[in-house]
């Protein structure tokens, strides 16, 4: 990792900061990924209900998996704010929805659960002492999330408003989404990262560039997550062998090798190792 200025947050506003997985089993979950990613788990001891911080073993919060009672299940990614009531007023002018009231997390912040007028769920969080999360797009780390979504125009639109989120369209069906202004301050923590990108090969402002929204036809629109893995074929099998399923057999696209899973309990999310050139 690289040092961080104390000046410049690691996540600004607008900023995806943090995944979870809430579920009413998050003992066998914790398991399940632990024995997967080879993350290891600390328990919050002042959380309102069951929450684990999952760490790689090199060290770096990666993720958390948490009880929950009733409402969504699954994997959230939660976006850095500023002020979450604000928010709040933002998603319900834009015909979303406030899923879960907010409350205290993450060392005096706060965050909540919305609906998205197409149904998909994700979170927002404000501030508190912890950053969000210390390792990302490395092995066995969160990578990315991607809007599954049957109506491309009217998703931008709404996150455009909530976020101030901008897209560009990649292809037919996929759209980049930026933050403007973040390559500035991942150039801050990173020197040479736009021209690496670049270099690369990524498209014009790449480095801005905070999820992805594809056009998809499934029942439920839904945030997808994805994580960096070393060898997407050999954690797909690993996967089967703890009790998951592969919905797609790994496969290369756009430099990647790509697999689609679910875990025990039937939530999907992505693995991908990226190959450029």
């Keep these: 990792m690289t040092s961080t200025p104390s000046d410049v947050p690691r996540y600004p506003h607008g900023v995806p900061a943090w995944m979870d997985l809430l579920t009413a089993e998050p003992v066998p979950a914790a398991e399940f990924y632990g024995h997967l990613f080879g993350w290891r788990f600390r328990e919050l001891e002042d ?14 919060d990666v993720a958390g998996v948490g009880a929950l009672a009733i409402g969504n299940p699954g994997w959230t990614m939660y976006v850095r704010v500023d002020d979450l009531d604000a928010i709040e ?32 769920v994700f979170g927002a969080w404000e501030g508190g002492r912890h950053a969000g999360a210390e390792v990302v797009n490395v092995a066995n780390s969160w990578n990315f999330n991607e809007l599954h979504t049957p109506d491309l125009e009217a998703a931008a639109a709404f996150y455009g ?15 980049m989404v930026r933050r403007p202004g973040y390559s500035d301050v991942l150039e801050r923590h990173d020197p040479g990262i736009r021209a690496r990108h670049a270099e690369a090969g990524a498209p014009p402002g790449f480095t801005d560039a905070v999820a992805w929204i594809a056009a998809t ?9 994805t994580f960096a893995v070393d060898d997407p074929d050999g954690v797909a099998a690993r996967a089967r062998e703890l009790g998951g ?33």
């Design 47 to 60: 959380a309102p209900r069951p929450y684990r911080v999952a760490s790689l073993p090199e060290g770096g």
């Design 245 to 277: 399923s592969v919905a797609t057999e790994p496969f290369d696209v756009r430099g990647s090798r790509v697999a689609e899973l679910a875990d025990p309990q039937g939530f999907p999310f992505t693995v991908s190792r990226w190959s450029p050139g």
């Design 89 to 120: 007023h933002r998603v319900r002018d834009a015909g979303g929805l406030v899923r879960e009231p907010s409350h205290e997390a993450f060392d005096g912040g706060r965050r909540t659960r919305f609906e998205d007028p197409a149904g998909a």
């Design 217 to 225: 036809a499934e029942e439920t629109p839904r945030w997808n997550v």
């Design 161 to 175: 408003s909530v976020f101030g989120w901008e897209t560009t369209e990649v292809g037919p069906d996929l759209r």
